[in-house]
């Protein structure tokens, strides 16, 4: 019989380690599918300095690395495969990669983050890989004792202007405010004003990169004066924003109008059993920290969903004589009450009662609609037969029920 993992994560981010970590420590038996490295674009960087508890004491590769040593200690278990693909088949969902394999998984974690924005000007296609860049931590050590150009002003594209100090001659940093203006913070900005290697080319945009298979220089245009200006360069790396990996999901769950996942703060997107998690979701802050938070949350409400979906298969959907399925809260007296009362007058022979605490158990409550309390469902044969939803009494149930 084919496996079912209780759950699968796509992508090896801080994001996806973290919700394997909380998986399988869960005892949820869970696959990460990574496509590339493990560790993410967290892994591409040595300056992790932001990190709760690390300062100065870790980077990127080796912060991630601990990661996927902690979720293997517990039991994840990773594949090296890109998802193509993935079917709702209900509880179960299908996920299809391009090496042409197939997990079957009862939930699924998207944390496939984000990749880095293309500007589009003239020479930077062509000259990717040829001096054009996304990535210092990557390919810094290429330009050793050359003159390299920054594109972009935040965290980011300064901190990264700061780590290609160490290899090159000079970094440029061209940037699109007035004077003294960075996007990144202030510890950060400082740092790189201090920086004798580091020199800024302030109102102004990139508006080709130049080269005969090779960069060798760029121009830049100052946006208050128009004047277009040509700089001598080596290197061009380029950090202005990035775009979620979403392609695959397009038809599978709601994106926004940027492409971004919406979910809520449970990380549940709209699609039943499916979480998003870290930078390819809708949110304020794109961290380590963040990411690996939404990571321990999608976990856990994995896990909870999981619980809930089972219960209800064996308790209600595959029950072998009609089900009263009652919706209750606790801080609901009149709830409490009712029950009291059909505890003591369901014949448990003829029917069986499953009640369902609607605050710990939203989900179920919200797939039938269920907004009053308290309110109660009668199935049979796995289908929800007959609702009774205002003025719930016992005389009501009864009624009801001498149908069945
Ligand atoms: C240069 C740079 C420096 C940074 N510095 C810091 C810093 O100092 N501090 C900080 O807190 N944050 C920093 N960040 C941000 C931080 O790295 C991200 O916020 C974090 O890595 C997001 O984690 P994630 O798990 O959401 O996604 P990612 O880290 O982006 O991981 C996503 C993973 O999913 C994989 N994937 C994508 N699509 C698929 C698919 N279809 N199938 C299988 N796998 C797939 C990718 O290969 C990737 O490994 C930096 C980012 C960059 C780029």
Request: proline residues 3%.
């Amino acid at each position: 019989m084919e496996k079912v993992y209780d759950m699968t994560i796509i992508g090896a981010g801080p994001g996806g380690l973290a919700a394997g970590i909380y998986g399988s420590r869960s005892k949820l038996s869970t696959l990460v599918i990574e496509k590339g490295k493990v560790g993410g674009q967290a892994a591409t960087t040595e300056e992790m300095e932001n990190y709760p508890g690390f300062f100065g004491k870790t980077t990127g590769p080796e912060l991630t690395a601990k990661m996927e040593e902690h979720a293997k200690l517990f039991g994840t278990e990773f594949v090296k495969d890109q998802v193509e693909n993935i079917i709702d088949e209900g509880f179960a969902k299908r996920i299809k990669t391009k090496n042409g394999d197939e997990y079957l998984t009862k939930t699924i974690v998207i944390s496939t983050g984000a990749e880095p924005r293309v500007l589009g000007v003239k020479g930077e296609g062509a000259l990717r890989g040829k001096g054009v860049s996304y990535c210092a931590t990557c390919d810094a050590d290429f330009f050793e004792d050359l003159d390299v150009v920054v594109v972009g002003n935040g965290d980011s594209a300064i901190e990264e202007a700061l780590f290609l100090t160490k290899f090159a001659a000079k970094v440029t940093v061209i940037v699109i405010h007035d004077e003294g203006v960075l996007d990144a913070t202030p510890v950060i900005a400082e740092r790189a004003f201090k920086n004798p290697k580091i020199e800024f080319v302030w109102n102004s945009v990139l508006e080709e990169i130049k080269g005969d298979g090779i960069v060798e220089g760029v121009s830049v245009k100052n946006l208050k004066t128009k004047e277009i200006s040509e700089l001598e360069a080596n290197g061009v790396f380029i950090y202005v924003g990035t775009v979620p990996k979403t392609d695959f999901l397009k038809d599978v769950i709601k994106l926004d109008d940027r492409g971004y996942i919406i979910t809520n703060e449970m990380m549940e997107t709209s699609k039943d059993g499916i979480y998003a998690v870290g930078d390819v979701r809708q949110k304020f802050l794109r961290q380590v920290v963040t990411a690996a938070a939404d990571g321990a949350i999608a976990a856990t409400s994995a896990e909870k969903y999981i619980a809930e979906e089972e219960m209800f298969k064996e308790e209600v959907l595959e029950a072998d004589k009609p089900v009263v399925v009652y919706f209750w809260s606790p801080g609901n007296e009149e709830s409490l009450d009712l029950m009291a009362e059909l505890e003591k007058e369901i014949d448990t022979d003829k029917y069986k009662l499953v009640k369902i605490d609607t605050y710990r158990n939203m989900r179920i409550s919200r797939r039938y609609e269920i907004s009053e309390i308290p309110s109660l469902i009668i199935f049979k044969d796995g289908n929800p037969s007959l609702t009774l939803k205002d003025n719930v009494t016992k005389e009501k149930v009864s009624e009801s029920l001498s149908k069945f």
